[in-house]
């Protein structure tokens, strides 16, 4: 009879462990992206009219309210990057000189677009935005303090209208 004896390989010559390690890292790797990925992207800023009510936001329609209560309408006006507001109101006199104009993009804060625009002797509000706005955007026109807002929204298709109405309207 032979003597056979028994000799162990190493460790690192065996699947099992590589196989252990290879799941262990496959965590650690999708850990570390889902990390990377969540604080590349932080959470939206939510707007609109929302008071906070315990953990949930309540939309309030005040803003809103206080528009339709003063009678503002208006129409918004885009040419090159130059900005045209007609509004109307029960009192125009009582307007403000500067007004706040916000695209709003739909998806990502990174789109959005602010303006201040100053009234005219016509009574045409004016001002020119620093870039073009997204052309899904939602737009609110309100003033300095935001004690109320109109909202709007643009229109993708080619053959819109080129004013776009505003009115007293959740955002």
């Known amino acids: 009879m032979e003597n056979t004896e028994f000799v162990p390989r190493p460790w690192y010559r065996e699947p099992w462990p590589w196989i252990i390690l290879g799941i262990l890292s496959i965590g650690w790797v999708s850990g570390l992206s889902i990390l990377t990925i969540g604080l590349s992207n932080p959470p939206e800023i939510v707007s609109g009219d929302h008071a906070p009510?315990?953990?949930?936001?309540?939309?309030?329609?005040e803003r809103s309210a206080a528009a339709r209560s003063l009678g503002l309408s208006g129409h918004?006006?885009?040419?090159?990057?130059q900005v045209h507001?007609?509004?109307g109101?029960?009192?125009i006199a009582a307007l403000p000189d500067s007004l706040l104009v916000q695209f709003i993009h739909p998806a990502t804060s990174d789109g959005d677009t602010t303006a201040v625009v100053q009234?005219?002797?016509?009574g045409?509000?004016?001002?020119?935005?620093?870039?073009?706005p997204h052309q899904?955007?939602?737009?609110?026109?309100?003033?300095?303090?935001q004690t109320w807002w109109l909202g709007g929204r643009m229109s993708p298709e080619p053959d819109a209208p080129s004013a776009i109405?505003?009115?007293a309207q959740r955002l």
């Open 165 to 167: 109405r505003l009115s």
């Open 124 to 132: 045409v509000y004016r001002g020119s935005l620093a870039a073009a």
């Open 76 to 81: 918004l006006t885009i040419t090159g990057d």
């Open 136 to 145: 899904r955007s939602r737009i609110m026109v309100a003033d300095l303090s």
């Open 89 to 91: 109101a029960n009192d």
């Open 85 to 87: 507001i007609e509004l």
């Open 119 to 122: 009234r005219d002797s016509e």
């Open 53 to 61: 009510l315990g953990k949930a936001l309540i939309d309030t329609n």
